[in-house]
């Protein structure tokens, strides 16, 4: 009786099993469909996309395992895991022990292979039964997996199997890019912005592959960031903004959240402190620095041009030395920014030995110098950087002294600029700048400006006209997206007709992180569903 039930127990049990491993095999045979691998979803375009005719089933049963003892890669996995979890709702686990009904796993592994030589470069191979991502660094780890959650389709297939699946087209994406450098410019001082819209602009940002955030941190209007052996330039300098708002500043500690954040997806804050010009905030909270003569006083206006610290006193750089030594202890990027723009109430032979003198401070604190381009003047290091805006002149004698350039041109780059005269925010002192416009352009040819002497491209955000975070999404959104493909991808794979749907293709991720932006009537909006496409077998 005993050991006829046990037979049967025995017998149930292989049943169960045999069914269950049925439920696993059919899983395994998941027939998906062909597919165009989702070349309409991905900006910036790889440099190669080979795609293959199948489907990778992320669903349910999908697990991440990463390469463990490299710095990094785990936090990567469990990066992307929560994006998953945010786009799909799946909850996949990272570096668990095996468990044996995973079976589509995503493995980000580092690799020495040569072919993953430059910096930030990854491979991915993705198969029905794996995704495999390759990279030398965790810089190029985390770029690889922006790649992975663009083509993950934004709406799951429920016709392949009794349970929802994210079909990831197969294929193989070999990519790299063009420059190290890729840039945007946030001007906190005109209008402040919390830590929580800087957060989300870097979230953006990290998605379209950028790698360096600059932070505009004062100006005559404002200074936003705590000095804590000169606490009054946040006390009375932080205390306004264009149009009288209440403006605000960044603590240290706070700052050193941002810097975290970014550093966390990979982004470099460059922190910026304009000078000797733009720099009325600190003089009305310090008056012995002001040099243009008048008692300072609050401002609230977007006129530029009329500030300058006194470039004679000795106290004027004492008071820098401590400010350069400040940021620099809480900036564990190799860059400090030091203006230099629009100085038009100093005197030329003043501006010179003022931006010298603060350029060896920045050295002595281990940083390079970034200026903007009417600092060239100088007599400047050749490992300063220029930040070419406005001057082809100025850039030229960049070029001459050896020295590196930022692109920014602001008829192409200024995301301030309007798009056209309708547009609800911005100016159009440089130019009207459309979707268009900002992409149809290339930085390898320039103006003439040689391509080896290009560091990267940077977009600046500046905020005379945005006070909220989304009037400064609209502003951003687009454009932004087509000068990370600028940065990023080959000239050769660039191409409007084409960007424009890969563009379209964005609007389900940008409403989803509720970005507003600027729906430009150029771009086919409407046609924007990207989901996993069937193609027609004949
Ligand atoms: C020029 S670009 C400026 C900024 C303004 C901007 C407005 C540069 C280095 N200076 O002070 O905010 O134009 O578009």
């Known amino acids: 009786m005993k050991s006829n039930f046990i037979r049967s127990l025995v017998l149930c049990s292989l049943i169960i099993l045999f069914f269950s491993c ?42 991440i395992y990463t390469s463990q003892n490299v710095t990094g890669f785990p936090e ?71 790649t992975l959650r663009q083509i993950i389709p934004n709406s799951a297939n429920d016709t392949l199997a009794s349970y929802e699946v994210w079909p990831i087209p197969t294929g193989k994406i070999i990519d790299s890019p063009t420059f190290g450098f890729r840039s945007s410019m946030l001007d906190v001082a005109r209008h402040f912005f919390s830590v929580e819209d800087v957060k989300k602009y870097i979230d953006l940002l990290a998605y379209y592959k950028f790698n360096t955030l600059h932070l505009h941190l004062s100006d005559d209007q404002g200074w936003r960031i705590e000095i804590k052996s000169w606490p009054k330039l946040t006390e009375i300098g932080g205390s306004t903004e264009v149009g009288g708002e209440s403006g605000g500043f960044y603590t240290q500690e706070e700052y050193k959240e941002i810097v975290a954040y970014a550093a966390e997806r990979y982004i470099v804050i460059i922190p910026e402190i304009d000078m000797p010009g ?71 032979k003043d501006y010179i030995y003022f931006m010298e003198r603060v350029e060896k401070i920045v050295h002595k604190y281990g940083k390079k110098a970034i200026g903007w381009d009417e600092m060239v003047h100088g007599d400047m290091d050749s490992t300063t950087i220029a ?44 130019a009207y700048i459309p979707t268009d416009s900002a992409y149809t352009w290339s930085p390898q040819n320039y103006e003439g400006i040689p391509v080896e002497s290009i560091l990267g491209i940077e977009a600046p955000l500046w905020s005379e006209t945005v006070g909220e975070i989304g009037e400064l999404e609209y502003l951003a959104f687009p454009r932004a997206i087509g000068h990370a493909e600028l940065a990023w991808s080959i000239p050769e794979n660039r191409d409007w007709e084409r960007y424009k749907v890969r563009l379209a293709n964005q609007a389900p991720f940008l409403d989803r992180m509720d970005v507003k932006y600027y729906p430009s009537p150029l771009i086919d909006w409407e046609k924007s569903k990207y989901s996993y496409k069937e193609i027609d077998k004949d």
Do not use: C
């Open 22 to 63: 049925e439920t696993e095999k059919k899983k395994r045979q998941l027939n998906l469909p062909k597919t165009d691998l989702a070349m309409e979803n991905m900006i910036p375009i790889p440099v190669k996309v080979i795609p293959t005719d199948s489907g990778f089933a992320l669903d349910q049963f999908t697990a």
């Open 76 to 146: 990567i996995g469990q990066f992307l895991a929560d994006k998953i979890k945010e786009k799909t709702n799946i909850d996949v686990p990272v570096n668990v022990d095996e468990i044996p009904e995973r079976e589509g796993v995503i493995y980000i592994n580092q690799s020495d292979s040569l072919e993953l030589d430059a910096p930030e470069a990854y491979q991915l191979y993705i198969t029905k039964d794996s995704v495999i991502l390759n990279s030398n660094t965790a810089a190029g780890a985390f770029r690889g997996i922006q």
């Open 278 to 348: 733009h720099s009325n905030a600190a003089s009305v909270s310090y008056p012995f620095l002001n040099g243009n003569g008048k008692t300072p006083e609050l401002y609230e206006g977007i006129e530029v041009g009329f500030s300058t610290f006194d470039t004679r006193k000795d106290t004027v750089y004492a008071f820098l030395d401590d400010v350069i030594r400040e940021i620099t202890e809480i900036t564990p990027g190799p860059y400090f920014h030091m203006g230099g723009d629009e100085t038009h109430v100093t005197k030329m």
């Open 387 to 430: 930040q070419f805006w406005a001057s082809k002149e100025n850039a030229d004698i960049a070029i001459k002294k050896g020295m590196k350039i930022i692109l920014s041109p602001a008829k192409k780059m200024y995301l301030d600029m309007q798009y056209d005269s309708l547009s609800k925010y911005g100016l159009h002192w440089a």
